[in-house]
């Protein structure tokens, strides 16, 4: 973390080891810098105004934040992008600033393989076990993280988070009112990583998007 640096990444300030973590039974306390809220609280307690702009801003945010994981010198999938690990900072009234945090689920791209990593209801299909408990889990790649930011925007969008029960009516609503970025969403979350965009394509089309 201490050589992962991004201005839309929260950073890490310090860490405290003490003789637990030493011997191995405990983790390290990490000190990072402090923001003002995150996304699903901000929608929930009504403190952010989330109209178009502001979410296109936020949106870029994750998405260069990503961008930079991904093309690490050795990859790195967060494996727990989520509205709760996005953090706001208040720079002015009316805007925010995202950060991307929580790099506990974090992996060098060679390494992945841990079933389901991060919320349930973000993770893409290729992180679940095989119905076949005998056969080996698919490599996880960075479009794992391409498949949580599709719902991360879905649920910022629509308020609300994206159940599977709920996920197509939510993505229904989305293209009735916003349907440029529901054409990025519904290629985010395709069930075949292939099919997927990588960041690179998110932000170039995130970045051709008027302001509203």
């Known amino acids: 973390m201490a050589h992962v640096q991004h201005p839309n990444l929260v950073r890490l300030i310090a860490a405290v080891v003490d003789a637990g973590v030493e011997r191995g039974t405990d983790s390290p306390l990490l000190v990072l810098e402090l923001l003002d809220t995150d996304v699903r609280s901000a929608y929930k307690r009504k403190i952010v105004d989330f109209q178009k702009d502001a979410l ?7 998405a260069y934040a ?33 950060k991307l945090s929580d790099f506990g ?3 060098l791209a060679k390494s992945c393989k841990t079933a389901a990593p991060g919320a349930i209801v973000y993770a893409a299909p290729e992180t679940f076990p095989p119905s076949n408990l005998d056969d080996p889990l698919p490599k996880q790649t960075t479009k794992i993280d391409v498949y949580s930011y ?12 994206p159940s599977p029960e709920n996920r197509r009516a939510i993505l229904l ?40």
């Open 173 to 212: 609503r989305i293209k009735s009112k916003w349907e440029q970025v529901y054409d990025i969403i519904a290629a985010c979350v395709e069930s075949q990583p292939d099919n997927r965009l990588s960041m690179t394509q998110v932000l170039e089309k995130l970045n051709k998007l008027p302001s509203q």
């Open 56 to 62: 296109l801003s936020i949106f870029r945010e994750v």
């Open 150 to 161: 599709g719902y991360l925007l879905a649920e910022a969008i629509a308020k609300e988070m």
């Open 105 to 107: 689920s974090a992996n």
């Open 66 to 98: 990503l961008h930079y994981l991904h093309e690490h010198q050795e990859p790195i999938i967060h494996r727990d992008v989520s509205a709760p690990n996005v953090l706001l900072q208040q720079i002015h009234p009316g805007v925010w600033k995202a």
